[in-house]
């Protein structure tokens, strides 16, 4: 996945900046971008769509906590 990805940044930076080809050779280059690219902190969409939906389940139960608890305070509240 990080080798795929700065694989298109490579790509990219090429593109945008054909003069760092001058400045620094490939593979020094495809070596910062994919080392920089290995120390952040990133997941796969599908990750990422499975821990949002782990906390969309959490905020539904704490809600409906919540909502018991106002009833249960309510009806303490009225006995």
Avoid: N, Y
Avoid at 29 to 56: I, W, Y
């Amino acid at each position: 996945m990080i080798s795929d990805f700065a694989q298109k940044v490579f790509q990219e930076l090429d593109r945008k900046m054909p003069a760092l080809k001058e400045m620094f050779p490939k593979k020094e280059l495809q070596a910062a971008v994919q080392s920089a690219l290995g120390k952040m902190d990133v997941v796969t969409r599908e990750e990422f769509d499975a821990q949002a939906a782990v906390l969309q389940r959490t905020r539904e139960r704490l809600e409906k906590l919540e909502q018991q608890l106002t009833e249960l305070e309510q009806s303490q509240k009225s006995d």
